[in-house]
């Protein structure tokens, strides 16, 4: 099965597809360099409670339906709280070094990990570098830029000044039309401020994309599928592999979902990504595809 | 007129208008305390145009205290009474939120003011 195969029966399947950025890039257009990535957000690996009876099962799950991929992605992007939260730093390398393990069956592909608040916050990234390496990096492939910011380690949920001009450096070494896609954990922009969703020094890090023509930023933490835009950036949030959230403002706090016995799994999974020369086609994959497409 | 008396009205004078200063300056007092995971009180009844005095005092962990519909926040220190004095321009909700990551049960660490008319 051809790659575009995939992504028409993941389309077909109840999918929710969506043409994203990197609009006006011609000159990657009809290259031979299209490719596609997978993004996994939010496992909270050790997390217990009502809001997932399954929660051992469900990342297993998710890690066998992307290998069975008829065509395995160029590569994997965990977007932040790959564990749950815990105040005991043995607990929480523990919590990691299972995840690692959970995660195993997926090697052989390249994996780029980022924290969350969940597996950074309190410890500022101790146990997630040492187990998973650095916080923020850049990389390039396949003729598409790549950058993948943390704005959670700071308990604040800032980037900080060090980043920023860590951010600004490598900018100013890409060619401002070449397609950029930014990773976070959190939203740079005030999705809902008054829930914590959001970035203190957000704004600072869309002014520095702003002068980058082709920009789409993948993000985690609000556990469901959102979609916005700020000036000519879009913003693409991930489903989370443990429990949904209420969408934006719709409740007074931020708290999971209940799990619904005659649906299990809904409103979790991940996603595709095919990056097409000048556009990018997203892909979601429901865990439970069929109870999904139901309703 | 005596000089006497003079010095003593003066004083009158200035009295009223330091006790009308003192008035002005001294808001309603609030306290607050922030624990893992809840602030106390979480629900803070105001009056729009009344000014107030927040202290705000974390036990345990340097929580945040962000109230974003005015776009205001502070960073709490255990064992230190952080003030903030504001007065509530509307009626309606004000929210505030910690807006430090904490710990398990984050997400639900906040409050709302309620501001009468």
């Known amino acids: 099965m051809q790659r575009r195969d995939f992504l ?11 043409i994203a950025g990197l609009a006006g890039c011609a000159s990657l257009k009809g290259t031979p360099d299209e490719f596609y990535f997978v993004q996994l957000s939010d496992a909270h690996w050790g997390f217990q409670g009502a809001p997932n009876p399954d929660a051992r099962g469900t990342l297993p799950k998710a890690v066998a339906a992307v290998n069975d991929l008829a065509e395995p992605p160029d590569f994997i ?3 932040g709280d790959l564990t749950h939260t815990t105040d005991d730093p043995t ?14 069956p997926l090697n052989g592909r390249t994996i780029h990990f980022m924290p969350g608040e969940h597996d950074a916050a309190l410890d500022r990234g101790a146990a997630f570098k040492e187990l998973f390496g650095d916080t923020y990096y850049r990389f390039d492939h396949k003729g598409v830029h790549f950058m993948a910011l943390d704005n959670v380690s700071d308990r604040g949920t800032s980037l900080g000044p060090e980043q920023l001009e860590w951010m600004k450096a ?12 930014v990773f976070t954990h959190r939203p740079l922009f005030p999705l809902v401020p008054k829930w914590d969703w959001h970035t203190r020094d957000g704004a600072q890090a869309i002014e520095l994309l702003m002068a980058h023509e082709n920009v789409t930023v993948f993000y985690g933490h609000i556990h469901q599928e959102h979609h ?3 000036g000519h950036i879009e913003h693409h949030s991930a489903r989370s592999l443990m429990f ?17 016995p005659a649906a299990p799994y809904r409103g979790l999974g991940w996603r595709g990504v095919e990056v097409e020369g000048a556009k990018t086609s997203i892909s979601e994959h429901p865990l439970n595809r069929a109870a999904e497409a139901k309703a | 007129m005596r000089r006497r008396t003079l010095l003593a009205l003066a004083g009158v004078g200035a009295g009223l208008v330091l006790q009308r200063v003192a008035a002005q300056a001294a808001p309603r007092e609030i306290e607050i305390t922030a624990q893992r995971f809840h602030f106390t009180p979480n629900r803070i009844a105001l009056k729009a145009g009344e000014p107030v005095l927040l202290k705000i005092r974390a036990l345990d962990f340097a929580h945040g205290f962000y109230i974003p519909d005015i776009d205001r926040r502070m960073d709490l220190i255990p064992g230190r009474v952080v003030e903030f004095a504001f007065t509530p321009a509307n009626p309606g909700t004000l929210h505030f939120l910690c807006d430090n990551f904490c710990g398990d049960g984050h997400e639900g660490m906040d409050g709302v003011f309620e501001v009468s008319a």
Do not use: C, H, N
Request: proline content about 12%; cysteine-free; overall charge positive.
């Open chain 1, 228 to 230: 916005f835009q700020t």
């Open chain 1, 8 to 18: 028409q029966l993941a389309a077909f399947g109840g999918g929710a597809v969506s």
């Open chain 1, 91 to 104: 607990e929480r390398r523990r919590r990691m070094t299972e995840f690692k393990q959970v995660i195993a």
């Open chain 1, 170 to 181: 490598e900018l100013a070494k890409l060619d401002p039309k070449a397609p950029l896609v």
């Open chain 1, 244 to 260: 949904p959230l209420p969408a934006p403002g719709t409740a007074e706090k931020p708290l999971p979902i209940a799990w619904d």
């Open chain 1, 77 to 79: 992007v965990f977007t």
